[in-house]
Nanobody
């Protein structure tokens, strides 16, 4: 299972760091990702990190502001979010599945490809 944390209320321009801890499976061989769902919108891929090959991908809307990283010793993935904007307000979810399922730079955005999901953490950015 996945346990996400770190959300909260922050002013525009501020920062937050989300964490997602994995348990119950060998997360070292799993790719990890962050998705978000804003009110009235569909869930969208925010960022992805490969198991240990250094691959990282980002949605265009967060490039240059967000950074994904992982600490395999702690079974944890982080999403550092800087220069937050009101449009970043959403429930953020972490996800995981076998890295071999993601062979290109587009497949990671497809939420149906992920088996493990965290419970979501609310991020609210005020203007």
């Amino acid at each position: 299972q996945l346990q996400a944390s770190g959300g909260g209320l922050v002013q525009a321009g501020g920062s937050l760091r989300l964490s997602c801890v994995a348990s119950g499976f060998d997360s070292d061989i799993y790719a990890r990702a962050w998705f978000r769902r804003a009110p009235g919108k569909e869930r969208e891929g925010v960022s992805f990190i490969g198991e240990n090959d250094g691959r990282t991908y980002y949605a265009d809307s967060v490039k240059g502001r967000f950074a994904i990283s992982r600490d395999n010793a702690k079974n944890t993935v982080y999403l550092q979010m800087n220069s937050l904007k009101p449009e970043d307000t959403a429930v953020y979810y972490c996800a995981a599945d076998l890295a071999r399922k993601f062979k290109d730079d587009m497949s990671w955005k497809k939420d149906y490809k992920y088996y493990y999901w965290g419970q979501g953490t609310q991020v609210t950015v005020s203007s």
